[in-house]
């Protein structure tokens, strides 16, 4: 009998980001020994979407369905059907496919503090890559000062967030102009579950076509008519998507079934 799973697209009102468990500000004080040690993806592993913001529509269209999570509008990039990422494999991401900027920027990010501009760099804690003692990794801070290290990830933050602030402009537009609607992907696997993605929207492309010229003409300028075509054009990847998890699937069973088989001794001579 197949059985039925639906989940949702995403919850962008959790209580803290995707992938951060304890993020904290970073001091030349408090981490003056600290390091980030190399890693891979797999913090990544179990996030079946993450947010994408406007600069990155035409890298993850060729890649990923591109949808808005219901309430916020929020872009989002579907990396799988279930709660599972198909596109790493055992900590590296598929390497004929874009990476995200929210997974590169990791375990970095901002945080909301009392400074005046609002925000400080963070790091965090919970990961894996980061080392509070010992030599192994990069340092955080050197003599003090921020090192080579957190000033690239200083400077690729502050873009990624002038890059969310854009993005967010464009999610209110597409919101007041009415223009998304509710959907649900739902997909048969090759084992015969039912799969049922669903909390998203996509744009009402006969709405779309329906705007007044003056609106048409002023989102060309702006460039977001051409993120509406890339998110159009993205939702063909649904079907890339479900031949991915079928892989997945037929993969894992593959893998089951040679586990489930007994071991033959070899005869003695």
């Known amino acids: 009998m197949a059985s039925q799973q639906t989940a949702p697209a995403a919850d962008t009102t959790a209580r803290l980001p995707l992938f951060y468990r304890d993020p904290q500000p970073l001091s030349a004080e408090l981490h003056a020994d600290w390091r980030l040690k190399d890693g891979d993806a797999s913090f990544a592993a179990d996030a079946p979407y993450v947010p994408i913001v406007a600069s990155e529509f035409a890298s993850a269209a060729r890649s990923y369905p591109i949808v808005f999570a219901a309430g916020d509008a929020q872009p989002i990039a579907i990396l799988g059907l279930e709660r599972r990422n198909l596109f790493l494999d055992d900590g590296r991401w598929a390497s004929d496919h874009y990476v995200p900027a929210y997974v590169r920027r990791y375990p970095f990010g901002f945080i909301a ?157």
Do not use: M, Y
Not at 214 to 238: K, M, N, Q
């Open 113 to 269: 503090t009392t400074d005046p501009d609002g925000f400080r760099l963070a790091i965090d804690v919970g990961s894996e890559r980061v080392g509070q003692s010992g030599t192994e990794g990069t340092p955080l801070f050197e003599d003090g000062k921020p090192s080579a290290l957190t000033a690239q990830a200083l400077e690729f933050c502050n873009a990624f967030g002038r890059d969310a602030a854009v993005t967010q402009l464009c999610s209110v537009a597409l919101k007041e102009k009415d223009l998304l609607i509710d959907r649900r992907a739902d997909a048969t696997l090759p084992d015969g579950r039912t799969l049922g993605l669903d909390g998203f929207q996509i744009v009402d492309a006969q709405k779309l076509a329906a705007l007044d010229d003056e609106t048409v003409v002023a989102w060309h300028r702006s460039g977001l008519l051409a993120l509406i075509h890339h998110h159009l054009a993205s939702l063909d990847r649904f079907q890339s998507l479900l031949n991915r998890q079928a892989l997945h699937v037929a993969a894992d069973a593959s893998a089951d079934d040679k586990a489930a088989r007994p071991k033959t001794k070899k005869a003695s001579a």
